[in-house]
Structures are given as structure tokens and as C-alpha cells.
């Protein structure tokens, strides 16, 4: 388990995407192969974060998740982009994009 504390602090410093799910949730499921694809494509210029709503309630609850897919996109711990419900690849990635233009 990660509390806030620790979840803070593997924001700091850089551009995040953390995705919120569930294991039962059929579009997070959809999701997946997406979410591994963007890690492997920008390993060294983003951390991207699998976050189960179902073992992280508290950090789900202190990031308002309401629905799942939730995808935030952290900058130097600042949420700048929040995206909810099943994401194609390139709207991820444009909106990465842009998060780690404007660092």
C-alpha cells in the first residue's frame, strides 16, 4: 500500500501519468495494453503509474476518482490534465506531449 505521503513524493520533480482503475473494470482492462505501450515509449521522459482504485482508496478518495478510467497527468506533483473514461493512444499522448513541452 502507498500513502499520499509516498505518492507525493514519486510525483516531485517530474511528469507523471497515473492511471486509476480496477481490476473488474472492463474499459481499464481495455486499457492496459495502452498504459504498458505509453511506459515502454517514454521510459526516461515520464513515469507512468497504475494506481487500483480497490488497494488505494485513500489515494482514489484524496484525488476525487468518481469513475473509472481515471488518467491525471502530474507535472512536478501539480495535477495539469485529468481525462476520464477509456482513452485512445494518440489523445494519451498528446496530452502527454504537451505536459512535458511545457516543463
Known sequence: MM????????LKGKTVLVDFSASWCGPCKAMEPVIREMANRY?????IMEIDIDTQRTLATDYMVQSIP???IFQDGREVKRLVGLQSEAVLEKNLNEALENR
Open 3 to 10: 500513502d499520499t505521503k509516498q505518492f507525493q513524493s514519486n
Open 43 to 47: 521510459e526516461g521522459k515520464a513515469t
Open 70 to 72: 481515471t488518467l491525471i
